[in-house]
C-alpha cells in the first residue's frame, strides 16, 4: 500500500516552460488536492476534486491547470512557469470531502529559473 | 474569513522538556481543527483531532483540548524526544472542502 505517490519529487524549469506534476493514490479515496508550501506561509489550496469528474478553483489557482483522469490519478500542470511558481508541491486525498483526514504524498520540489 | 495563527517559531526544546505550541483561530460556526506533522523531507500527516467543543484529541503522547471559548487548540507534550523534532500545523475545517492552515511551527529537540 503506497498511499500517494507523487512525480518528480524535484524539478528546474526556465521561466516559459511546461510541465505536469503526477499524483496518484491507491486508497480508494473519492477526494484529491493540491497545494503548494511556501515559507512562513502554511499550505495554500490551488486546485482540489471532490470526487472523480469534478475539480474546483482552490485559493491560489491563478498558471494552475488539473487534470482528474480517474478516480486514482490527479495531475497538476504549468503552462508558462514563473519563477513565482517555485515552492514545494505537495498532493493530498481524502475519502470524502468532509471532515476526513487528509493524506499527503512526499511532495515535489520545483524551481522555476 | 476563517485564520489560523501559530506561535513563530522555531521552537527549542532540550530532550524531555514539557511542550506548548500555541494554536488560535478565527472561524464562524464549530469547525473541526487539526495537528499536522511533517517531518524532515516528508509530506503532512495528521498528528490528531477534535471534532467538537471540548474535545481532546490525542496521539503519540501529543494532547490538544478544542477550546472554544477562547478559540484555541495548544499542542501540548509532557516529554519531548529527539524524534519529535519537526514542522507541527495547526488547521481547521468546516464541512465544505477546504483545510485552512497555520504558517507552521518549527520545533527542534536538543539531546
Known amino acids: 500500500n503506497a498511499g500517494v505517490t507523487q512525480t518528480p519529487k524535484f524539478q528546474v524549469l526556465k521561466t516559459g516552460q511546461s510541465m505536469t506534476l503526477q499524483c496518484a493514490q491507491d486508497?480508494?479515496?473519492?477526494?484529491m488536492y493540491w497545494y503548494r508550501q511556501d515559507p512562513g506561509m502554511g499550505l495554500r489550496l490551488i486546485y482540489y476534486?471532490?470526487?472523480?469528474?469534478?475539480?474546483d478553483k482552490g485559493e491560489v489557482p491563478n498558471g494552475y491547470n488539473v487534470s482528474r483522469l480517474n478516480k486514482r490519478e490527479f495531475s497538476l500542470r504549468l503552462e508558462s512557469a514563473a519563477p513565482s511558481q517555485t515552492s514545494v508541491y505537495f498532493c493530498a486525498s481524502s475519502a470524502t470531502s468532509g471532515v476526513d483526514e487528509q493524506f499527503f504524498g512526499p511532495g515535489t520540489r520545483l524551481t522555476v529559473l | 474569513g476563517d485564520s489560523v495563527t501559530q506561535m513563530e517559531g522555531p521552537v527549542t526544546l532540550s530532550e524531555e522538556a514539557f511542550l506548548t505550541i500555541n494554536c488560535t483561530y478565527t472561524?464562524?460556526?464549530?469547525?473541526?481543527l487539526f495537528w499536522y506533522v511533517q517531518y524532515p523531507g516528508e509530506g503532512l500527516q495528521l498528528l490528531l483531532k477534535?471534532?467538537?467543543a471540548d474535545d481532546k484529541g490525542s496521539n503519540k503522547g501529543f494532547e490538544a483540548t478544542y477550546r472554544k471559548e477562547t478559540t484555541s487548540f495548544h499542542l501540548e507534550k509532557g516529554s519531548v524526544q529527539v524524534s519529535d523534532s519537526a514542522v507541527y500545523f495547526c488547521?481547521?475545517?468546516?464541512?465544505?472542502?477546504?483545510?485552512?492552515w497555520g504558517a507552521g511551527t518549527k520545533l527542534i529537540i536538543k539531546p
Open positions: 486508497m480508494n479515496h473519492n477526494s
Open positions: 472561524a464562524t460556526g464549530y469547525p473541526s
Open positions: 488547521a481547521l475545517k468546516h464541512s465544505n472542502y477546504q483545510l485552512i
Open positions: 477534535a471534532t467538537k
Open positions: 476534486s471532490a470526487s472523480e469528474g469534478t475539480t
